[in-house]
């Protein structure tokens, strides 16, 4: 192997994330891959695992019957997407704790700008801001649990 530079660790995060979502689809997992340090030598990074049925939880129940209603998926159906599994794990845990339930996820707030978010995360160790958001653009940013409350 040669020195290893910036585009060598992004082509072998390439390779790598491919081999891990085969894994993954074969065990039913969405496996990720986090930040990577390297150096002249190698390279170092975190992977989190989190098995696709952990996403199915009670998400609301209906006045009607008292039925549970279950989701096993994102709202947009994607069964594998990992931002959802990785939503629902927490919230599961830890969502009561600051109101949060697995309908917020997906959800457009605008801001007094007119700028959009799209709820795509939550932290429950973060105490001052535990939900994260996305823009248009892909830019992820944190909110406070108040934000549930002007949520679209």
Known sequence: MK?????AVKLHRQELQALLDAY???HKMTITIGRITYDHDGFRFPVEAIRLSAN???SKTTA???TSVMRSSSPSGNTSDPDY????YHVSRAGFKHGVELRHFGMTYTSATGKQYTVCGFNPR???YPIIVRNTHGARYKYGAYILSKLK
């Open 85 to 88: 599994a990785r939503f629902a």
């Open 64 to 66: 009607d019957d008292n």
């Open 126 to 128: 973060n105490h001052k």
């Open 56 to 58: 199915i939880v009670k």
């Open 24 to 26: 993954g689809k074969k």
């Open 3 to 7: 020195k290893l530079d910036k585009l």
